[in-house]
């Protein structure tokens, strides 16, 4: 193997051995810059070790950019004293399980002072579960202007909050205790964010999002019903002001909130899951109450992608979804067999066609089909109505032979379907389904973010 040479313009500042022999170290024959980016990659502890490796690589990490993720097994001291001897700017500081220390947030925690900085881009800051709630000190807010991405947890945000994030662009609040003018104050003081989290967050009991420049909300009520005494819980969120907003996403509908109010939001693309668990969704002055059409005065023309979860109320009531949303191109539906029922509305199509069905409708993708009963009369609908569509999914419950497999197609009525470019595909899971969709909420790079995670835990048949 050839020993690399390094020209005068590129030598390295860390100075250290040169490497004997012809077996040369190539990595460490990088750049300072390139191996600082390697070693911010790797986790804190490794990190650190790094600097046992030779002379060469014993400042690297003191000078990088600093990826600090502190769970219990980090003291506090060893938190601050590695924050204060790294001599390279903090990009990225996770910290979960911070302790509570008696009466500390009477005046603002100079702990939190001290690691934080002015180039900070990644903050997370989990407290230990309690139900007294620690108090988020206003600090945080203050210092680390240079903030891209906050996520806090297990707290309670103050009253009279004074927030200063210029660049945040994505926001997670995770079981925090807030008020409506605190939420308010979050989303004035962040002129950049474009996606947030609300996820079992209480004090609250409804939340109000107005924000030019929000694209996703992701939210969820605290899953136990049976919240403790003296806790609000949320009830109603309402979008009233959101010129940007493509997904309203609610994580987990049958635990709430059980009113969702769509005041304007007029590039909205992604809507789901809804469940019968949400009691009343309002879509400017379009009503349905579980998931029941009362008042279809409002079509939205903006809306491609739909989730219906748990459903099972008829398939009337998913034509009035259908009607809402007249250039849907994606519906995804988790099925409840227990809670279908079959009724024949759909026989006035003929003479009111259903645009989406007609011109949009690509794809459609049912969860936990047993292939029995009103579910295949719901499936062979899609089948034989949907003119444009693309690919059908089905995700079976429970393993089948070649005579069932027969049996479905001809139940289906697959030979008469509408679109002769449809495809249908049969998969199985092993898995539950999951409500649990939060990464969707941040990662607005994909297009249709159920696509892959509808499917998560399947397996091609």
């Not at 030779?54 to 001291?77: C, K, T």
């Not at 108090?135 to 991405?149: E, G």
């Amino acid at each position: 193997m050839a020993t690399a040479t390094s020209h005068p313009s590129e030598r390295r500042t860390g100075g250290g051995e040169e490497p004997s022999g012809d077996r040369a170290d190539f990595i460490s024959n990088l750049p300072d810059a390139v191996l600082g980016t390697i070693v911010s990659l790797l986790p804190t502890r490794d990190g650190c070790r790094t600097q046992a490796l030779s002379r060469r690589w014993r400042p690297i990490w003191r000078s990088a950019p600093l990826n600090l993720e502190a769970d219990r097994g980090f003291s506090e001291q060893l938190v601050s004293k590695i924050l204060s001897g790294h001599l390279g700017p903090a990009r990225r500081i996770s910290l979960n399980k911070i302790r509570r220390l008696p009466h500390r947030y009477q005046t603002d925690d100079d702990r939190s002072n001290g690691w934080l900085t002015p180039n900070l881009q990644e903050l997370e800051l989990i407290h230990r579960f309690d139900c007294r709630r620690n108090s988020l000190p206003p600090s945080v807010f203050r210092l680390a202007p240079a903030l891209r991405m906050a996520r806090f947890g297990l707290c309670h945000l103050p009253p009279n909050l004074a927030v200063d994030f210029p660049h945040l662009k994505q926001l997670t609040l995770h079981m925090v205790s807030l008020t409506e003018e605190t939420l308010s104050g979050v989303l004035s003081g962040s002129p950049a964010l474009e996606s947030l989290l609300l996820d079992q967050n209480v004090g609250v009991s409804t939340l109000r999002i107005s924000s030019p420049t929000l694209r996703s909300i992701g939210f969820c009520a605290l899953w136990n019903r049976h919240v403790v005494a003296g806790i609000v819980n949320v009830q109603e969120m309402v979008i009233e002001d959101a010129p940007c907003l493509e997904r309203l996403l609610p994580l987990n509908p049958d635990y709430g909130p059980a009113t969702i109010r769509v005041i304007r939001a007029p590039k909205l693309k992604i809507l789901g899951s809804l469940s019968c668990g949400i009691l009343q969704l309002q879509l400017r002055t379009t009503v349905f109450k579980e998931m029941i059409a009362v008042s279809l005065t409002t079509i939205m023309r903006t809306v491609k992608v739909l989730v219906l979860d748990n459903f099972g109320p008829g398939l009337s009531a998913a034509l009035d979804f259908l009607r809402c949303f007249p250039c849907l191109e994606r519906l995804y539906v988790v099925l409840e067999l227990w809670r279908a029922r079959m009724d024949m509305k759909h026989a006035s199509l003929s003479y009111c066609p259903i645009e989406c069905l007609e011109l949009h409708l690509k794809k459609v993708a049912l969860k936990v089909y047993y292939g029995e009963g009103p579910e295949v009369h719901f499936a062979r609908f899609f089948v034989l109505n949907a003119k444009v569509l693309e690919k059908m999914e089905f995700g079976l419950v429970g393993g089948h032979d070649d005579k069932w497999w027969g049996n479905k197609y001809k139940q289906l009525l697959v030979e008469y379907r509408a679109s002769r470019a449809a495809r249908f595909e049969f998969k199985s899971f092993s898995t539950s389904t999951s409500q649990d969709n939060k990464e969707c909420t941040h990662d607005l790079s994909l297009a249709d973010p159920f696509d892959a995670s509808f499917l998560d835990g399947y397996v091609t048949l």
